[in-house]
Every structure is written in structure tokens, then in C-alpha cells.
């Protein structure tokens, strides 16, 4: 079992709609989540970052962290045919003094007008 | 607001040749981690560098595979004698010293074993 999973899709919507992107793990120790977007040929950009569980929102992007549930989603309100790209979550623990971003084989989002 | 610069972009390589990536942190980040992307596959973790130190290489190969963060100038990842199988996407990020926060990327080198 990988540390963590992320279903590449790929994931088609319409315009507009309301994207529910997710990621689980494995490693209980994982405490920061970070999400990335990555278009093509391009390097992953940090979208969002949180510490523990809870939500974080900004703008049309909501971040969830259910460490009970070991569950991270990304939620995109009002999807645009420039957020299709690559998502990719990212997860760090801290035990140990290891700061390396485990990071899940993303997700394929197409948002088409 | 200059960001985490890779080059070259890319870069061909005949089997057997060198392949030297350069990655120059942003402003005031210390800790340097490098990853492969391959088609279809998600980033894997490499090696990961403060200055002047190895602080885990356990996702690098054995062989042929090494790198350096000096205490001046850019990290590099070299690659010797390459094959084929290590044309991939090469992608360096950082993040500031001592903190377990977000590490920031590059846009990457993509290298081409012909």
C-alpha cells in the first residue's frame, strides 16, 4: 500500500460545477497537507497548506483535513476551464525532523466550457 | 520576486554521457529537496540537502546518481552515464530553514537519454 493514494482520474466537469478532489493516507504521523496545481509540462504551484485538521478556505478553494478519517479533499467552487490541470497533494510529518513532502500521483482535472 | 530557478530546461543526453541539473532556491530558503516525475506518474522524493549536507538520499539510485547543495552557488544533480530509463522530468523545490512548511518548486529540467 502506497503512503498515499490518489485516484488519477481523469476527472471532466462542466463549467461551473463544483470539484471534490481527494487524497487518503496511510501514515498517521502526517500532520502538514499541502495541495498543488501543475499544468502541462509545467512545475507543480502550492495552492494551499494546512497544519493539522480542519478546513482553510481561499477564494474559490477550500482545504479539509479529517486526520481521524486519514482524508484530505481540495474543493474548487465555480470551476474554470483554467483550473484544468494536475492536482497533486502533498503530505509531511514531523517525527524524526523529517520535513520531505510525500506526495500522491495526482489527479487529472478537465474542466470543459 | 525571483523563484526556485532550474536549468537548463532540457537537456539531451546521449546513453553514456553526464547529465548535470542545477537548482538555485528562492531568497532565504536552505533546504533543498529534488524529485523524478515520470509520464503518468506522480513526483518521486529523491534526495533531500540542507547546505553543505546530505539529510537523506533514500530515494536515490545506488549508482550513477548523485548531488551536492555547496555552501555557495546552486544544488546540483548529476547523473552519470545515463540510460534511457532516466529520462524523466526533474524537479527541484525548497523551503526555509528549520520549519516544517511548504517547499516551493521549479519549473523543472526535463532530460532526454538518445
Known amino acids: 500500500q502506497k503512503e498515499v493514494e490518489q485516484d488519477p482520474g481523469p476527472l471532466s466537469v462542466p463549467e461551473g460545477a463544483i470539484v471534490s478532489l481527494n487524497c487518503t493516507y496511510s501514515?498517521?504521523?502526517?500532520?502538514?497537507f499541502m495541495w498543488y496545481r501543475q499544468y502541462s509540462r509545467k512545475g507543480p504551484e502550492l495552492l494551499m497548506y494546512?497544519?493539522?485538521?480542519g478546513n482553510k478556505e481561499d477564494g474559490r478553494f477550500t482545504a479539509q483535513v479529517d486526520k481521524s478519517s486519514k482524508y484530505i479533499s481540495l474543493f474548487i467552487r465555480d470551476s474554470q476551464p483554467s483550473d484544468s490541470a494536475t492536482y497533486l497533494c502533498a503530505m509531511t510529518d514531523a517525527s524524526g525532523g523529517s520535513y520531505i513532502p510525500t506526495f500522491g500521483r495526482g489527479t487529472s482535472l478537465i474542466v470543459h466550457p | 520576486n525571483a523563484g526556485v530557478m532550474q536549468n537548463p530546461r532540457h537537456l539531451v543526453r546521449r546513453r553514456g554521457q553526464e547529465a548535470r541539473l542545477r537548482c538555485s532556491p528562492m531568497?532565504?530558503?536552505?533546504?533543498v529537496y529534488w524529485y523524478r516525475q515520470l509520464p503518468e506518474e506522480g513526483l518521486k522524493f529523491m534526495v533531500y540537502?540542507?547546505?553543505?549536507?546530505?539529510?537523506?538520499e533514500s530515494g536515490m539510485p545506488k549508482e550513477r546518481f548523485s548531488a551536492e547543495f555547496p555552501k555557495e552557488g546552486p544544488s546540483i544533480l548529476r547523473i552519470q552515464q545515463v540510460v534511457r530509463g532516466d529520462s524523466a522530468a526533474y524537479f527541484c523545490?525548497?523551503?526555509?530553514?528549520?520549519?516544517?512548511?511548504?517547499?516551493?518548486f521549479g519549473q523543472g529540467t526535463r532530460l532526454t537519454v538518445v
Open positions: 531568497k532565504g530558503h536552505s533546504h
Open positions: 494546512t497544519y493539522s485538521s
Open positions: 540537502l540542507q547546505k553543505e549536507n546530505i539529510i537523506d
Open positions: 501514515n498517521s504521523a502526517f500532520q502538514y
Open positions: 523545490a525548497s523551503s526555509t530553514q528549520g520549519s516544517n512548511t511548504e517547499a516551493f
